[in-house]
């Protein structure tokens, strides 16, 4: 019997470290919580900032907690948005990506790389992954079993760890082809 996990769309979004926090909000800054998302220890901020690109400026929300290297998360749309080509992804591998500026109410931060385009991926803790079959880092087809809409997403990442719950991660460009409004589910399919 297959695994069924929750399909979430990932909106643009950015994490910052600790210095670029205080750079943009002021010396002694802290996030604060706005509300839990599905992975536990994470959080949407209240604190926003403005993403500058050259062509144009999106005001984004800041996850929380901070990070070890400061990114922005965006759909392809809002890439050409902005006027930027961020690679495709996973989270955390920044390097020789694109760059932007970071506006923020005490100060700006001018991000050399660090805008991508998050890889699609599923979240699982062990037990589950084990269930389904599938191993960390492994690269799976997940049906999104939408009436209207269904379609296998092909190149999705599995995340494995005991801190986290079952949730499937796409952008908002993603779900839109998917039609996910509500509650929408998929499945690994081999």
Known sequence: ????FIVETSA???????EDLETLFGKGAKLHYKKELSQPGQYACEERVDVVGPKKTLNMSIIGPCRPSTQVEIALTDARTLGVTPPVRESGDVENSAPCKLVGPCGEVELKQGVIAA???????????????????????????????????????????????????????????????????GEVVK
């Open 1 to 4: 019997m297959s695994e069924r």
């Open 12 to 18: 643009r979004h950015l994490h910052v470290t600790e």
């Open 119 to 185: 890889k699609r991926h599923v979240h699982l803790d062990p037990e589950t992954a084990e269930k389904i079959g599938v191993k960390d880092k492994e690269i799976v087809s997940v049906k999104i079993d939408n009436p209207g809409r269904a379609l296998v997403f092909g190149d999705v990442v599995i995340r494995v760890s005991p801190s986290f719950r079952p949730a499937m991660h796409i952008d908002t460009d993603e779900a839109n082809a998917a039609g996910c409004s509500g509650e929408v589910w």
